[in-house]
C-alpha cells in the first residue's frame, strides 16, 4: 500500500488544499492520504490567527465530503504546541506502516525552500516520490525543478492551477470582502471567529 502525506499550516483550509486532495485522490485512488495540519510550522514561527483546536474544526468543516477511510486528517502535529518537522511526521508514518512507500507531497509553491527544511535530505532518502501539485504553472508547461531534487524522485501531476493561498484568504476575510475560495460553513466558522475577542479562543 502506498502512503501519502500532505501536510502544512492550514491556516485557514480553502479550497485550494481540496485542490490539492481531489486531484491526490484522484490521481492516487489506491493509497492511503494522511493530511495533517500544523500549529507551529518551522518557517512561520511568528504565530497564527487561529488556535489549534480552531483549525482543526475548520479543517473538518472544509474537507467535508472528502475524507474517508483512505483520506485521512491526522493530528500528528496539531496536537503539538512546539515546533512541528515533516521528517518527524513521516518517520511516525513508518513506523505505522513499515512494508509500504511513503510519498510526500507539496505545492509548487514549496519547491524553492525545500531545502530549508529540517533534515531534508533525509526527506529525500525516506520517501518514494515528491509529489508536486501545480499551482503556478498551468499544464503542460515544466514546472522549474531545483537542482535539491533529484529528477527520479519528482512527480508532477498535471492539474489545472488554482492560485489562491491562506495569506490571501486571510487578507480578503479581515478585510470584509466576499471570497469564493472557502465553502460556506468554513467562511462562516472563520468571520465567526475573527469576530471574537479573545483570540485563541475555541469556536
Not at 499550516?9 to 489506491?30: A, C, D, M, Q, W
Not at 472528502?66 to 504546541?81: A, G, H, R, T, Y
Not at 514546472?143 to 495569506?167: A, E, G, Q, R, W
Request: proline share 7%.
Amino acid at each position: 500500500m502506498e502512503v501519502l502525506f500532505f501536510g502544512g499550516s492550514f491556516n485557514p483550509p480553502h479550497l485550494g488544499h481540496r485542490h490539492v486532495i481531489e486531484t491526490i485522490s484522484k490521481s492516487y485512488p489506491k493509497a492511503l492520504l494522511y493530511i495533517c495540519p500544523n500549529f507551529v510550522s518551522p518557517l512561520k514561527e511568528d504565530g497564527k490567527e487561529f488556535s489549534a483546536e480552531v483549525i482543526w474544526k475548520l479543517c473538518i468543516t472544509e474537507f467535508e465530503g472528502l475524507l474517508s477511510k483512505n483520506v485521512i486528517l491526522w493530528d500528528e502535529e496539531i496536537k503539538k504546541q512546539n515546533t512541528s518537522y515533516t521528517i518527524d511526521s513521516l518517520k511516525t508514518l513508518q513506523t505505522l506502516y513499515p512494508h509500504s512507500k511513503i510519498s510526500l507531497v507539496i505545492g509548487e509553491d514549496n519547491l524553492g525552500s525545500f531545502d530549508k527544511w529540517k533534515s531534508y535530505l533525509e526527506i529525500l532518502s525516506i520517501t518514494e516520490k515528491i509529489i508536486v501539485v501545480r499551482r503556478n504553472t498551468p499544464y503542460p508547461k515544466d514546472v522549474p525543478i531545483p537542482i535539491v531534487f533529484p529528477p527520479s524522485k519528482v512527480k508532477v501531476l498535471s492539474n489545472p492551477v488554482l492560485p489562491i493561498s491562506s495569506t490571501e484568504i486571510r487578507q480578503i476575510i479581515q478585510g470584509n470582502f466576499n471570497t469564493e475560495y472557502l465553502l460556506p460553513k468554513t467562511k462562516e466558522l472563520v468571520l465567526k471567529y475573527l469576530t471574537t475577542t479573545n483570540k485563541g479562543g475555541s469556536l
